[in-house]
DNA sequence: GTTGAAATTAGTACGAA
DNA sequence: TTCGTACTAATTTCAAC
């Protein structure tokens, strides 16, 4: 399976290499991203196919990758860490190596991302009280070499978190490529981006 | 909200009302989160404990709302939505409610924080081609009242995602209540905390 | 809280459409 | 490919200890 002249249609999960989704495993994805725990027997009646065609379907979402994983959700207040902050860190340049070793090693740190913009990358914590932010910050981050700065805001409220985002949510799933740039009735005024040249060369992953 | 008085022993995932969670209860969201498919005889088994007290558990910590769901993780970019982006949030007091409600029509938001510091709340969202990030700001965003400004970040790459972090994961579980607060070798100068009295100044320059 | 049964359900393999 | 069925293995439930 490679490369595909002259599609007309929408093709919906094609990225180059790796499993073609239509309709059905994306039906399949929404159903499991909700139900982790479903059967497939009942997976493919809520999907309408048979089981063996859900099993086979399944295997190949698992195998391809599509489904990295399955996990519990836990309720971190209830588990015991009511506090979650976002930590902001300037990563001094070809010590990204070492950044990512470091954080590897820190079983509090929920997500790490690099970002374009002010920072380099973003990472979220979960800890018991507000104290261990900071020890977190100053004993731990800040004695990374790597680490040229760091910003800290705490996490007040989780408003929304949704179980994985998929196209088949969008309304519009076939866009134009490039819409009419004319926004006459938006107020750009409210707008900002922080593109990757003013936060420069997070780029380098060493 | 309850506030316990004078208590003396280090109980983990104790948080007023609930469950009491003990170590056992810890073991099997750790085993839950790397494979939420798992069956309640293997769980039982690879924590070491009985089925019927694995039974047992599995529903007390569902029915409590320690374990919120099980759900696939999915990847993103077979999916097709390799694109993800940070949108900070400025919103209008007293607009809130607004702001979430319309949160909530927006399928390409995975996930939405109030935070402190400069901005009120930051938003992800994952859509198939940046084009789609600046028609989210520009037209979806941007036309809610309740948002005042925005900024937006690309993010490059997600460096780790673990699935849910626990306490049992921390090295020092019993911690201090105020340490010693001499951190002669650490650099402050490094780090910056970004409060919610900064924030919410930031607030007011409309 | 544990073990060992029965009943149910899940997963596999196969031929047919 | 997908479906339907039969077969096998495993899980869940329920009982007594």
């Known amino acids: 399976m490679s490369r ?10 094609r990225i180059g290499i790796g499993l ?16 982790g725990r479903i059967s497939v027997a009942a997976l493919a009646e809520r999907v309408g196919i048979s089981r063996a065609n859900a099993y086979t379907r ?4 698992r195998a391809d990758g599509t489904i990295k994983r399955f996990t519990a959700e836990i309720d971190h207040v209830r588990a015991g860490l009511g506090i979650t902050a976002l930590i902001f860190v300037t990563v001094r340049q ?9 954080l590897a090693r820190m079983p509090e740190v929920e997500y790490c991302a690099i970002t374009t913009g002010q920072h380099d ?4 914590i979960r800890v018991s009280d507000v104290a261990e932010v900071h020890a977190m910050v100053t004993e731990r981050l800040a004695g990374i070499p790597a680490v040229k700065a760091t910003e800290t805001v705490f996490i007040l409220d989780e408003v929304l978190k949704r179980p994985y985002v998929l196209p088949s949510d969008h309304p519009r799933q076939q866009r134009r490529p490039a819409p ?15 593109g990757a040249a003013e936060g420069r060369a997070a780029l380098r992953k060493e």
């Open 121 to 124: 990358a973003m990472i979220q």
């Open 94 to 102: 070809q010590m990204w190596r070492q950044f990512r070793a470091e």
């Open 180 to 194: 009419d740039p004319s926004p006459a009735d938006v107020p750009l005024g409210k707008m900002r981006f922080v």
């Open 20 to 35: 073609e989704l239509d309709a059905v495993h994306f039906k399949i994805l929404d159903v499991l991203r909700e139900n």
């Open 4 to 13: 595909e002249g002259g599609e007309s249609g929408p093709r919906p999960g």
């Open 58 to 61: 399944f295997e190949a979402l």
